[in-house]
Structure formats: structure tokens, C-alpha cells
């Protein structure tokens, strides 16, 4: 981006209009601004001297829906704050939220009317500048897009990107490893764009990582985040890449973000083992996503059945009928689904009665009328030898069956 080009833009919109602007980034950073300032506010002022949003009025601007609006929004005048109302203008392409452009109004002024009847007019410039913006994100330069490329087709086995990877300064002599997989897990499948949601998993992971010495290198697909870490026995750095890839990707998507899940790999000291490493993460955070017990930070020796599940393999509709003669027994006459969430948790917490209990806030009683209500449907007791395996098994396949596919 030419920070010239930005300016110009800037101002011919400024121009256009008739009134001051400025430009700022997701982060609430000056990028640019009109030199009319005959009519500028306190909070303007504030603005171009600290280059940065107040934390006061960056709140009472997000109390309005900016964060996630995708069309322009009025910011009414606040007196405390000493401002005047606003237009905030998103400035989005291909679906990703790149800044917003300030349209300050008169002190004598009503209301917005006027300002977003004239924003048509300047639709190309706005267009135009977003562009520009878009390609000052550093996700979206060539050599990082390049890079990224060449670290996917490694995590997949391709032998020459390994290669390749294996003599990244990052990477070299920097083992042992840890492979994560970052995936939203209500969210993995939105987006009509596969070119703009790759390139917010991206921008996403890149942002969270920044500052996080033991992350080496991040990538991102249509539907998730890799990221290649130095192995450590701690998990304080995932913790604070979850929080940040979380706020990253509600800010660039425009849209609330509920749980992100990292499943990492084991440590691995060959280059060559990265493909195994991803699919380790891979799979621990899908299983997480289905079997929420597990958590957002999920090791993949600690997703238990699920490790079976993936390596029997199988397609999209796989797992979906496990094949239990008892599984389907219950799950027909379970229509008001009160039979199989007690015995799923009864097995989940070692029988604990009181546990499955207070999870589903029942009283234990009721735990017990349910329990004996499966007993007497399947003629068999569910909570001893084979049919507690084969049933505990069924619960979890049919989870497997509704995984994100990543």
C-alpha cells in the first residue's frame, strides 16, 4: 500500500462530501485524515494529536454495531465525550473487514440524511480504498501467501514442500515441534467466499500469534488455522493464541465468534512427521467439536475413542449408523430426548449418579427413573459388560458423524 494513494483518496472523498474525515484500522489506529478540520470536536482532535480511539468513545462507537455492521452506521453525538454524531462507514472486500472510514457531522446537523445520500456518489473511491487496504494486510502479500502455500503442502506430506519448510529459518534447528489446529467450532462452515474466509483465518492467526515466541509460522485455510509451535510442556502460549484468534476473527468476519478450539499434536523432531502432526491436530480438534466435554485446548491423547474413529476412516456419511441393534432400539422411542443425554453422561462421569445429575439439573431420582426406563426398553442391563461398550461406543460414533470437515 502507498500510504500516498490512501491520503489522496482520503481527501478526494473528503472533498466529494464536503466534510472531515479520517481513516483508522480494526485496531482503532489513524491511518489517514482530510485536512478540513474547520469544525472538528474534542474527540477528532484527541484523534489526530494520539493516533489512536479513546477507550471511551472506541466503547460507545462499538456500542452501535460498527464492529459487525456491513453497511454504513449513525453514531449518535455524546456530550460527555465531547463528540459530535458520526457516520462509520465499513470498509469491506470479498467479505473482509479491512477499517472504517469517520464522516463527522455538523454541530447544527439533525441528523445523518444528508451524508448517506451522498455516500453513493463516492462508492468507487470507497471501493478503491478498500482495495488498497487490503493489500497492505500482510496475510495478503505474495511472498507470505507463497510461504503459507508451501507450509499447507508440507503439513499434507508433499515431500518437496517439506523439504523446503525443513530449511525456514523459523523452522531450522528449531525442533522439537508441536503442530495445533485453530478451528471456530460453530463457524467452520460459513462463508459463500472460500477466497475471503481464507484469507481471515489468515489474517486471524497471523494477528494471534504475533508476540508469541514459541509460534513459528501460521497459516490458514477456508476453514481453519495451522499453526507450527516449539513444543513445550506448558500451555500458557495456546491459551493466549485462542483468546487472540478469537477477538481477531470476530473483528475481521464481522460476526460473533463463541469457541475457538486448538487441538495440538505430539512433539515431533523430523520435519517428515509433519503431516502426521496435522492430522493428530487436526482430528483433536474435531472431536472437540462435537464432544464439547473435552474442552478448547484439547492434546490429541486425550480424545480417546475419537483416535479409533479416525484412523477406521470412512466418508461424510460414516459413523452415522453404528450399527448397534441397541442404539437404535433406544433412539426410536427417544423421541423427547430425555433417555440417551442420561446415558451418555452416566458413562462420560464413571457412573456418578449425582454428577449426571447436576449437569442436567435433575434430581437424582430422576437420574434413576430414566436408567431404569433403558433397562426395561432394551431387556438387558446398559451399564454392565458388552452392551455398556457397545452402547458408550454408538454415543460417541454418532457424535463423530456430525464433525466439521476440515
Not at 452506521?73 to 469491506?92: H, K, Q, S, T
Request: aromatic share 6%.
Amino acid at each position: 500500500m502507498q500510504q500516498q494513494d490512501v491520503e489522496q483518496l482520503v481527501e478526494q472523498v473528503a472533498l466529494k462530501l464536503g466534510r472531515g474525515l479520517s481513516l483508522e484500522d480494526l485496531d482503532g489506529l489513524l491511518l489517514a485524515y482530510s485536512s478540513n478540520q474547520s469544525h472538528a470536536d474534542r474527540v477528532r482532535v484527541n484523534f489526530l494529536l494520539t493516533k489512536r480511539v479513546a477507550v471511551d468513545v472506541s466503547a460507545w462507537q462499538l456500542s452501535h454495531g460498527i464492529a459487525t455492521a456491513v453497511r454504513p452506521v449513525v453514531v449518535p453525538a455524546n456530550e460527555e465525550l465531547g463528540m459530535l454524531g458520526r457516520v462509520c462507514v465499513p470498509l469491506l472486500l470479498r467479505g473482509f473487514r479491512v477499517g472504517y472510514l469517520w464522516v463527522q457531522l455538523e454541530a447544527d446537523e439533525p441528523n445523518a440524511t444528508s451524508v448517506l445520500a451522498q455516500l453513493p456518489e463516492v462508492a468507487r473511491e470507497l471501493e478503491q480504498l478498500s482495495s488498497l487496504l487490503l493489500e497492505s494486510n500482510t496475510a495478503e502479500s505474495e511472498f507470505r501467501r507463497r510461504r503459507e502455500q508451501e507450509f499447507l503442502a508440507a503439513c499434507k506430506g508433499e515431500s518437496n514442500a517439506v523439504a523446503a519448510v525443513a530449511g525456514w529459518k523459523e523452522v531450522q534447528g528449531r525442533g522439537p515441534w508441536q503442530l495445533v489446529t485453530v478451528l471456530d467450532a460453530d463457524g467452520w462452515a460459513e462463508g459463500s467466499d472460500p477466497i475471503a474466509s481464507t484469507l481471515i483465518h489468515r489474517s486471524a492467526a497471523l494477528q494471534a500469534t504475533i508476540g508469541v515466541d514459541a509460534a513459528l509460522f501460521s497459516a490458514g485455510t477456508e476453514t481453519h488455522s495451522v499453526v507450527l509451535f516449539k513444543e513445550s510442556t506448558g500451555r500458557a502460549d495456546h491459551a493466549q493464541v485462542l483468546v487472540h484468534y478469537q477477538l481477531e476473527l470476530a473483528k475481521r468476519s464481522g460476526r460473533p465468534v463463541h469457541r475457538i478450539i486448538l487441538g495440538t499434536s505430539e512433539g515431533f523432531a523430523r520435519p517428515r512427521e509433519l503431516a502426521d502432526a496435522y492430522r493428530q491436530s487436526r482430528q483433536a480438534a474435531q472431536a472437540a467439536a462435537v464432544d464439547p466435554q473435552l474442552g478448547e485446548l484439547v492434546d490429541c491423547r486425550a480424545t480417546g475413542i475419537y483416535q479409533l474413529f479416525a484412523s477406521a476412516g470412512g466418508g461424510a456419511g460414516a459413523w452415522a449408523d453404528a450399527g448397534s441393534v441397541y442404539f437404535r432400539l433406544l433412539e426410536d422411542h427417544d423421541r423427547s430426548h430425555e433417555l440417551l443425554p442420561v446415558l451418555e453422561l452416566f458413562y462420560d462421569n464413571d457412573g456418578s449418579v449425582q454428577e449426571v445429575a447436576d449437569k442436567l439439573h435433575l434430581h437424582r431420582s430422576s437420574i434413576y427413573n430414566r436408567l431404569g426406563r433403558i433397562r426395561q426398553l432394551l431387556g438387558v442391563d446398559p451399564l454392565k459388560g458388552m452392551v455398556r461398550l457397545e452402547l458408550h461406543a454408538a454415543l460417541k460414533a454418532r457424535r463423530w458423524a456430525d464433525r466439521p470437515r476440515i
